[in-house]
């Protein structure tokens, strides 16, 4: 298989997290209702390990699930708005096929400063690669902080696997400076390929995919390799690290790949989210990052690996520093908004994603 590999840097820590924030929507639709729907067998629900999925209410979108992250994001990190040089949207599924949505959350939180707004694509790992970016920028002394946003409401077509799971979601995290920062990155590694595991062409409703091969060599070769990259460059290993968390299709997948790479359970359960509000794409592994850090000690140390079909990794390893007790107070935590639901029938759930609508 042709391969392109991105040898990881060193970051030594001159650049970490400042602040972060998620939003999850309240309302769940249980995945055993859709499997009765379509015939699926009860046993594959539990197989996953996919309990429920968060679907985006009728006025939510990628935008304002993003934007509201990122407002607990600025606001936990305590800094000004305005001295936010960068805002990246890493999604699959904004509301414009062409108009940006990082330019309506910016427009939303910041008067003034921004240099750059970007929306990324690279199906669920594109908030990942907002985060390499923004690292990037502030390291290079571009930009004293930046904004990096995965936010979607994942499409599925009725009947498919994929419906199980496809739900919606947002993360946001503040990039900067060291002293600023709450964690800070240590080093970091890409590996891509072209692999056809996923895929939406042009005017197609919903996306296609490529059924077991979508787990490998897709999901598992990306995420391995990208992981083994990282412990290379810097001469670590899986027991060196406290937490895990990868990137989250179903609750199945990050337990297994987390097995092959020799992290025991109880380092992947903290960051494991996808049971109970299904598969947010962009927000996935961020969103699983963020509940690792509302509960870390100073000094724990966390590998977080992304994944996208198409395809590709982005592999992190994490410092959490002092004083990361206060700043998880300063807004909103996952559990919350794992707790905080209301449920629908299918029924309900179709009507409003739009994937029916009444006959006028």
Known sequence: ??????????????????????YVPIWRVKAIEIARMWGFPEELTKSLWIEEKAIAGEDEDTVTMGWYAAKVAIERGGIDPNEVGAVFVGTESKPYAVKPSATIIADALIDTGVKSASDIEFACRAGGEGIRDSIALVMSGMVKYALAIGSD???A????????????????????????????????????????DFWRRDCSPY??????????????????????????????????FDYAVFHQPNGKFPLQVGRMLGFPKEKLLPGIVTPWIGNTYNGSALIGLAKVLEEAKPGSRILVVTFGSGAGSDAFSIIVKEGIEERVKKGPKVIDFLERKRYVSYGEYVKSRRIISKIE
Not at 208 to 225: C, L, N, Q
């Open 207 to 240: 996306p296609r995919h490529g059924e077991i091969f979508t787990g490998e060599p897709a999901y598992f070769h990306h995420i391995i390799s990208a992981a083994k990259l990282l412990f290379e460059e810097l001469g670590l290993k899986p027991g060196d």
């Open 157 to 196: 077509s009725p009947g498919d696997v994929l419906e199980l799971t496809a739900s919606s979601g947002a993360a946001a995290y503040v990039i900067g400076p060291e002293q600023d920062s709450i964690a800070v990155f240590e080093g970091s590694t890409v590996y891509v390929t072209d692999t056809t």
């Open 153 to 155: 409401t994942a499409q």
């Open 1 to 22: 298989m042709g391969h392109t590999v991105n040898t990881s840097s060193r970051l030594e820590g001159k650049v970490g997290i400042v602040g972060w924030g998620v």
